[in-house]
């Protein structure tokens, strides 16, 4: 059992910048991959960046590629998602998610293999 906590998120204006955390619980959080995913009102939940359960490999989505980064810090059971050059698409609630990996190397982008999620946080991009 895996529990997730997200903080960070509030109201900003385009241009600024913003880092998410996710607080993981358990003591196996080197076993999971983890992701990070958004819905803005009326759309589906989209794919916004992946890592690998051993922090080697990462992947963004193609609308945040060069402006979000995600990392994280297995000893402090963390996973970060660092926002710069925010733009007003932007706007959504934000969710954590983690997924037990076998493959220490591998992320994922499909919300359906994720088995844990956080309860959300609101990032607002005001123009």
């Known amino acids: 059992q895996v529990q997730l906590v997200e903080s960070g998120g509030g109201l900003v204006q385009a241009g600024d910048s913003l880092r998410l955390s996710c607080e993981a619980s358990g003591r196996t959080f080197t076993s999971y991959s983890m992701g990070w995913f958004r819905q803005a009102p009326g759309k589906e939940r989209e794919f916004v960046a992946a890592?690998?359960?051993?922090?080697?490999?990462?992947v963004n989505a193609a609308s945040v590629k060069g402006r979000f980064t995600i990392s994280r810090d297995n000893a402090k059971n963390m996973v970060y998602l660092q926002m710069i050059s925010l733009k007003p698409e932007d706007t959504a609630v934000y969710y954590c998610?983690?997924?037990?990996?076998?493959?220490?190397?591998?992320?994922?982008?499909?919300?359906?293999?994720?088995?844990?999620w956080g309860q959300g946080i609101q990032v607002t991009v005001s123009s």
């Open positions: 890592i690998s359960s051993n922090g080697g490999a990462t």
């Open positions: 998610a983690a997924v037990w990996s076998v493959s220490s190397g591998a992320y994922y982008t499909n919300s359906a293999v994720y088995r844990y």
